[in-house]
């Protein structure tokens, strides 16, 4: 079966750095793109962007390059999402996804999402 | 950027056709996919290549494209369809990017 596997939510002040997590199981997870995906309170899906696991080939939105890093270890299926200054406006759900290829790219298996509270 | 856009909203009674649009200038040349997402859960992918449905997904959800709009309709709905759906594809540089989102009310 098929699972993204995301860490728990946390609580920041602004300034402070974090580093979220999304491990995937049963499948290889070297040959998919993992996806992250913000939801801001109320809001709508943003694409951040994604990372190749095998190779760590990364792309990003124009909107998050150079506010967020993707990184991944393929050693143990897990890809990373990580702030080095957080902002009050960083407060959001983050999904990672699988991304499959089928004459086009979607994401067939999400993670349960991560809660990031940035507050003074 | 590119962008795709959708109605913020529509309400339909149970039992009737909820139909939401998307439109975007490269869908003629890109696939649409079609998410559900209810409150407090994970979005869940409901259509793939404009028209195919995942295994799982009851038969009163399909799919249609035209130009630069596709659409998802959802016949006979039901209380359990109210949720937000978005629909995502992707730019000429393989950039992926999601619809503005619709909420669907069941009246």
């Known amino acids: 079966e098929v699972q993204l596997v995301q860490s728990g939510a946390e609580v920041k002040k602004p300034g402070e750095s974090l580093k979220i997590s999304c491990k995937g199981s049963g499948y290889s997870f070297t040959t998919y793109w993992i996806g992250w995906v913000r939801q801001m309170p109320g809001k709508g899906l943003e694409w951040m962007g994604i990372i190749y696991p095998d190779d760590s080939d990364t792309r990003y939105s124009p909107s998050f390059q150079g506010q967020v890093t993707i990184s991944a270890d393929k050693s143990i299926n897990t890809a990373y999402l990580r702030w080095s200054g957080l902002k009050a406006s960083d407060t959001a759900i983050y999904y990672c996804?699988?991304?499959?290829?089928?004459?086009?790219?979607?994401?067939?298996?999400w993670g349960q999402g991560t809660l990031v509270t940035v507050s003074s | 950027s590119y962008e795709l856009t959708q109605p913020p909203s529509v309400s339909v009674s149970p039992g009737q056709t909820a139909r939401i649009t998307c439109s975007g200038d490269a869908l003629p040349k890109q696939y649409a996919y079609w998410y559900q997402q209810k409150p407090g859960q994970a979005p869940v992918l409901v259509m793939y290549?404009?028209?195919e449905r995942p295994s799982g997904i009851p038969e009163r959800f399909s799919g249609s494209s035209s130009g630069t709009t596709v659409t998802l309709t959802i016949s006979g709905l039901q209380a359990e369809d109210e949720a937000d759906y978005y629909c995502q594809s992707s730019d000429s540089n393989s950039y992926d990017v999601f619809g503005t989102g619709t909420k669907v009310t069941v009246l």
């Open positions: 290549k404009d028209t």
């Open positions: 996804a699988r991304r499959y290829d089928n004459s086009g790219y979607y994401y067939d298996y």
